[in-house]
């Protein structure tokens, strides 16, 4: 009977070896495929950046949408709040719903290209397209897949810690009206009218998660607990 149960187990170790070590692989990324990817990559920026620039700053003009482009963010960020949209609110929603249709497609295109290759960050693409862009705008109905799968990238490290943290971080606030969990960003306070570091809830579950991933803990000055 003793023989039996060690058979057993050594075979079920043995399977669950195999599934491992076939969810760690991943197609070669060869210069034809990187070449490939690059370009699809570009196609998928220009769509992406298209309609949000009307979006966000209400206006068609775009001189004004490029000056925009050199300012700070404090003064970018009153900017926004002081400039009135110039698009008629049907306008607006026809925008946003192409807008929508365009982020659920680049956001699970980039789910089958992480899936088949891994996370592939700018360097590894050796282009000027950071794949982060696309993750930025994920919409809300794709969030919790896309963080299951970066989740185990970065168990595998093929994906930076950091840039998995800003994306949760990221999400957690755009998305679900959440505190930062990881306390990546820094944050515009409108009562100063200044930059201020991220406002987290418990510093102590914070720096719990953040060396699940491989950070290192927040310092006194790097977050606040109070608003």
């Not at 075979?11 to 991943?26: D, G, H, P, R, Y």
Request: proline share 4%; hydrophobic share 35%; net charge neutral.
């Amino acid at each position: 009977m003793k023989k039996i149960v060690l058979i057993l187990i050594v075979f079920i170790s043995l399977f669950s070896c195999q599934e491992n070590n076939k969810e760690s692989m991943k197609k070669e990324l060869t210069e034809s495929a990187k070449a490939e990817l690059i370009a699809e990559l570009k196609e998928m920026k220009e769509a992406d950046q298209l309609n949000r620039s009307y979006i966000s700053l209400g206006t068609f003009d775009q001189k004004l949408i490029n000056s925009t482009k050199k300012l700070p963010i404090p003064e970018y960020i009153s900017f926004m709040q002081t400039h009135k949209s110039e698009l008629t609110k049907k306008q607006e929603d026809s925008l946003r719903s192409i807008q929508n249709g365009i982020d659920l497609k680049n956001t699970n295109r980039l789910y089958e290209i992480t899936k088949e290759y891994g996370w592939l960050s700018e360097t590894k693409l050796d282009s000027l397209i950071d794949p982060m862009l696309f993750l930025f705008h994920t919409p809300k109905e794709t969030i919790e897949k896309m963080q299951t799968l970066l989740f185990e990238e970065v168990q595998t490290k093929r994906m930076e810690p950091n840039k998995f943290a800003m994306y949760v971080d990221n999400m957690r606030k755009k998305a679900y009206g959440k505190s930062q969990l990881y306390g990546t960003g820094d944050e515009f306070d409108p009562k100063t009218n200044s930059i201020v570091p991220p406002f987290i809830e418990n510093i102590d579950r914070t720096n719990i998660e953040r060396k699940k991933i491989g950070l290192p803990e927040l310092k006194d000055g790097e977050y606040r607990t109070e608003k």
